[in-house]
């Protein structure tokens, strides 16, 4: 039996969780109606605002507080506030954005707040340096902040080069390399600068290679990296997760390095009712939770997502399973 929706009022994705201060707060995208016809772009995605939720316990309530930050709030911004992200730092609070720029290429900016719930005041232009979607923001255990990012299709990471120095318009929608012996196009990474509003180092990518150590080939789509970036620490070691796009599966690798290599490790999740995921792993009070969307409550419209979480433990050998009890 597939969970609830943690809120039934709005429609949600993307979740990205985070215990601060012993609450578990979620950072969502917020889903609206539009009458957007899907496309490769992503246009039906139409979303404008972000909310925050947060629990003091696994099994609720959840807590809405409100609107935290709008695309009009946003210089930069022309349309789509997608998968936010969040981090804390020095007392402080930041929300990672991706959005399109008034030239219609995402770009990914940042917010502040004293409060982990926001509401976040954004910088006033978008991250130098920074292109495609997803941001995904991890501190580990020295301090050392790192954003992970890229999505292709609508994401736009098919239309950069290499270092995300010229962009190529005529690649955009559901474009990606294809063929014989074509490596796939890979996760991007940066570390970010003490005050956390900007790069300190080169965009880099994040190889994700098969058991043979050589990259994943572009044509695997059940093993190839679409979007949804995600970092965690578990026993010293590095997992990265993501959503394979149109096959529909959640899944990961790991590493000892958060810049990687990281070595493909299986999926955590099967497909669900909706044309894609995108999650988020935290541990809260002791059990370590998979955040998720599906369009169950929608009865499968793409676009009207909500947000759902499951329990999740770790095997002898570190890897990941869905737990047998919900």
């Known amino acids: ?194 005050d956390m509003l900007r790069f300190d180092t080169e965009v880099k990518g994040l190889e994700i290679l098969g058991e043979d150590g050589e990259r994943i080939l572009a044509d695997d789509h059940e093993r190839r990296f679409f979007e949804a970036a995600w970092m965690h620490k578990y026993n010293g070691t590095y997992y990265f997760s993501y959503s394979t796009g149109d096959t529909h599966f959640l899944a990961y690798a790991t590493g000892e390095s958060p810049w990687g290599p990281f070595t493909y490790r299986g999926r955590i999740l099967e497909p669900v009712v909706g044309w894609t995921t995108h999650h988020s792993i935290a541990e809260f009070q002791g059990k370590w939770y998979l955040f998720y969307h599906d369009c169950e409550m929608s009865k499968g419209v793409s676009h009207l997502r909500s947000v759902k979480m499951r329990e999740i433990v770790y095997d002898d050998k570190g890897d990941m399973h869905l737990a047998e009890k919900q």
């Open 1 to 194: 039996m597939s969970p609830q929706p943690l809120v039934t009022h709005i429609y949600t994705a993307d979740p990205s969780a985070h215990v601060f201060n012993n609450r578990l707060y979620i950072y969502p995208s917020h889903d609206r109606e539009t009458d957007i016809q899907f496309n490769d772009n992503g246009d039906q995605y139409d979303m404008n605002d972000y909310h925050v939720l947060s629990m003091d316990s696994a099994s609720g309530p959840v807590t809405d507080h409100g609107v935290v930050l709008t695309a009009a709030d946003v210089p930069w911004v022309s349309k789509q506030l997608w998968a936010p992200d969040a981090a804390t730092k020095n007392g402080k609070y930041y929300l990672y954005f991706p959005a399109r720029d008034k030239k219609g290429i995402f770009r990914m900016g940042v917010a502040v707040a004293d409060d982990p719930a926001g509401p976040f005041t954004a910088e006033k232009d978008y991250i130098p340096g920074s292109f495609s979607i997803d941001p995904a923001a991890f501190v580990d255990d020295d301090g050392q902040a790192y954003l992970y990012f890229g999505g292709i299709w609508g994401g736009q990471l098919q239309c950069w080069n290499e270092e995300g120095t010229v962009f190529d318009p005529a690649m955009q929608g559901a474009v990606e390399p294809k063929g014989d012996g074509v490596r796939a196009l890979v996760p991007r990474v940066a570390r970010l600068s003490e």
